[in-house]
Structures are given as C-alpha cells and as structure tokens.
C-alpha cells in the first residue's frame, strides 16, 4: 500500500492540501503503507523553491511524517517524454497542427451555438502529406491524446462508490504535451506526468481532492493506454468557507503557516483538519491525536458532502490542546510571545518577581483554562506584566457608591509581605465592615482597580499573584 501528496509548489501550504494529506497520511498509518510526497513542480514559472520549504514545513509541523525524499517532478522529464513517445508510436497520441487562433475561433462558435468547449478533434487523422504541409509552413504542434467519445470509464471510488464516465464528456482529445517544432516533444502536462509518476513510484491508492474526479476519468484511460495498473481513487470532499463555496485565498486565512502565525497548534488544526469530511466512529469524541485517528481511520467513514469550514469548532480544539498542556508547558510556549512584547525576560530585570518562574507558571494556571489561542496568552497576561488603562466600566464602577471608601479601607489592612488566600478573604470581609459595602462592591471595584477591567480569571488568584509582585498597591492607591 502506498499512497503520495503530490503538491505543487506554486503557493504555501494550502489548508486543502494538508487535510489531503492527514486523510493520506492516516491510510497510510492505518494499514502499515507508505506515505509518499512528490512535488509537482513542472509549472517553472509559478514554481519556488521557498514553496516547497514552506510544504515541507508544514507537513512536518503538522506530525505528517513521510517515507521517503521527495521525488521532485522537474528531474523525471525524459520519462515523461519517453511516455508521451510510447503514446505517439502506439498510435494513442498525435501532433496537432491547429494554431492558438483556430482553436479560439472553434471555441467562438461553439459558444455561439451553445455548445459547450471541446476540442473537436479536427488534426487526429491527418494524411501524412497535411502533416508536411503544416510542418512545411513552419507551424508548431502540440501533442493530444485520442480520447474515444463512446468510451466508458469506470471505476470504485473509495468515497463516492460506483463512478462512470463517458468519453464524450471529457472535452474531445486531450493535450499531453505543450507546442513545440513538430520534431520534438514540447513540456509534458498535468494528467499525463501524474500518471507516469504514479505509476512509477508504484502509488496504490491515489488520495485527492474532488476537483480532479475529471482528471480520473482522464487518467484512467492513459493507465490503460500506457499499459500499467491503475490505483485505487478515492476523492475527499472539498472544503467549504460559512456561504458553503469553495474555500477560497478570499476567505483569509488558508495556509497552514497562517495558522500557525495566529496561534493555533499543530495538534489542534491537525485534528480539526482530521474533522473536515470524515466522521470519527462512535464514542470517540472529537479531539483526538493524528496517531488515534490513524488507528481507526477509514474512508467509509468519509462524507462525500462538502466540510464547512467552522471557526468555532478549531478553537475548541485548540483551547482543548492548550488546556491539556499544564502551567509548564504552556509557559514555555508562551515565553518567546512574552519576549517580544518585553516582559518577563532576564534582561528585563532579573531578580523581578514577574521574571520569577514561579510567579510565571502560576500566572498560567491562572489565565491557562480561558485560552483558545496561544496569542490570548499575551492579552491576558497583558494586565499582569504592565499597568493596565482603566476602562468605561471600570471607571465608572470605581465612581460608584461605597467603592473608594472599601477600597481604601482595604489598603489600609494590605500587609508589606506576603498575602495568603484565608488571609485575603478575612481582609475583604473587615474592609466591607468597615466602608458599610456588600461583599460585590468590594470584589468588583477590586477587579477594576487591579485590572482596569470588570472581565479577567479569578479575583483571589489574581490578586495574590499581583501582591506577589508588588503591584496591587500602587494600583489600588492611584484608584482612590
Ligand atoms: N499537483 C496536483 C495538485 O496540487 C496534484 C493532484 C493529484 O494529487 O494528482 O492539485
């Protein structure tokens, strides 16, 4: 069993082509197969290699390890054109004559007859004197493919079931290889080289988007032509952006290095990837690991409808992931975030309590359970590094009746040194009594002073965390 990504380096890591690749990858794993990569990069002006570093990236980020080095498309041309030669001796393929011009002016008329586009075979029989004399013009030609209109192609797909096709539905003979002087071959094409390749790296199943269910039906028949085995096809469901069309570059965000820059983790978006189109089994949930899914993983459970893409559902899952993590771990991700804003570093004063790792990790078995991004663990740890601004509600709470006096009766009772939770809680009790405020006034203006903000985690957590650094009377002072 051996299934290949075959990704074209003319852009990043499309979300599309990694979820091709988890469901190859999960095939793969599940039934103990290779998990192959070649990079289609025969396109020599959209292709870059900084693409490819950014799939290859990706993919590895994602935990979507591969078998073998990459094949690389460019290196296979002579076998490419071996095959189209092969084609062209057998009698499946011949030299096209008709300019650019002459096929714009047949597609013309057949819209203007409402006919849709096809090539209408008009060079596969020349005599082999029209062929000198086009040849004896100068004109180029480009090499087509016959394609039977009464063919019949069929095949199992391992999502879709029973598919048939017919020849006449596949746009007339099909170019397999780009204008060049009639004694050469010119720069072979999509459907052929796949097929060559594939068959040359012996691909079982061929895994991949349902835009190419067209591209099947052609290749079956070079399979057949060329004389090798075709593979099995499965075609996955696309993936749709909330209007139900496909996910498209103007929906945003759409490669994986994206969401990665945003926060997401490789475990989140492999598993929501995971989601877009196939159902996991009963009971299993929905947050899972690459490695679980791989253990289970079948295209039975493939939907043949279109995924929605939900934003929602990812950031669950990412939240997920990021609780799971524990104060340590998710204090190591978070640091080099911190770094940049120019908190909590050495240099930014050691011996500091915020620097303190401590007081670090306990900051985010705080602020750890509200995550859904990593970068929410700048936000909300924003107020804790620096002076937060006061904002309407809070100002306006701090205004209200009985707040400053609580307030201040509670600076009063604040100890220099440490600050227990028992303790804490006796303080708020005596500064209520004493300002003559319910148990609200006091915990909601303390939120306010401390915060600038009536949101954040828990007030006792977060007040003992900032008395620890020394923050929450300077705060609460400037607040009366
Ligand atoms: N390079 C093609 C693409 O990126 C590969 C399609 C296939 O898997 O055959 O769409």
Request: aromatic share 6%.
């Amino acid at each position: 069993m051996r299934v290949r990504l075959a990704p074209s380096p003319t852009g990043t890591l499309h979300i599309g082509t990694a979820r091709t690749a988890v469901f190859n990858w999960l095939f793969a794993r599940r039934q103990g197969g290779a998990f192959l990569l070649r990079i289609e990069d025969t396109d020599k002006e959209r292709s870059k290699p900084e693409y490819t570093a950014n799939i290859l990236d990706g993919l590895q980020w994602l935990g979507l390890n591969w078998d073998a080095e990459p094949v690389i498309q460019s290196a296979r041309i002579a076998e490419h054109r071996a095959a189209i030669q092969q084609l062209l001796d057998s009698g499946h393929a011949y030299r096209c004559f008709a300019s650019e011009a002459e096929l714009t002016a047949m597609r013309e008329q057949q819209a203007a007859e409402k006919k849709a586009p096809r090539y209408d075979n008009r060079h596969r029989d020349l005599t082999p004197e029209q062929q000198q004399a086009f040849i004896a013009e100068g004109r180029q030609a480009t090499i087509r493919f016959r394609i039977d209109d009464n063919a019949s192609i069929t095949w199992t797909d391992l999502v879709r079931g029973p598919m048939r096709w017919s020849g006449s539905d596949l746009g007339g003979d099909m170019v397999i290889a780009r204008r060049a002087p009639a004694d050469q071959i010119g720069d072979p094409l999509y459907n052929l080289v796949v097929v060559v390749d594939d068959a040359a790296m012996a691909i079982s199943h061929v895994i991949r988007g349902e835009d190419h269910i067209a591209n099947t039906a052609k290749q079956l028949l070079l399979y057949e032509a060329l004389g090798a085995e075709a593979p099995v096809f499965a075609h996955t469901p696309l993936i749709l952006n909330q209007e139900g069309k496909k996910l498209s570059k103007r929906d945003g965000v759409t490669s994986v290095s994206e969401f990665r820059a945003m926060g997401y983790t490789a475990e989140a978006l492999a598993n929501y990837m995971t989601l877009l189109g196939w159902s996991p089994p009963e009971g299993m949930g929905e947050r899972f690991t690459l490695a679980e899914a791989a253990a289970v993983f079948d295209f039975e459970r493939v939907n043949r409808a279109g995924a929605r893409f939900d934003w929602d559902k990812l950031n669950w899952l990412n939240g997920q992931v990021l609780h799971g993590l524990g104060p340590e771990t998710l204090r190591e991700q978070l640091l080099p975030l911190w770094a940049a804003e120019g908190w909590g570093s050495a240099s930014n004063s050691s011996n500091s309590p915020e620097a303190n790792p401590g007081w670090q990790i306990e900051l985010c078995s705080l602020i750890g359970p509200s995550l859904s991004l990593l970068a929410d663990g700048v936000e909300q740890a924003r107020p804790f590094f620096t002076t937060p601004e006061l904002q309407e509600a809070a100002a306006a709470q701090l205004a209200s009746e009985g707040a400053r006096p609580a307030l201040a009766a509670l600076l009063e009772r604040l100890p220099e040194g440490a600050l227990e939770a028992d303790q804490a809680q006796v303080l708020l009790g005596e500064a209520c009594a004493a300002a003559g405020v319910k148990k609200g006034v006091i915990m909601k203006s303390l939120r306010a002073a401390l915060l600038g903000s009536l949101q954040g985690p828990d007030l006792l957590a977060t007040w003992l965390l900032l008395h620890r650094s020394g923050a929450d009377r300077p705060r609460i002072s400037c607040c009366l």
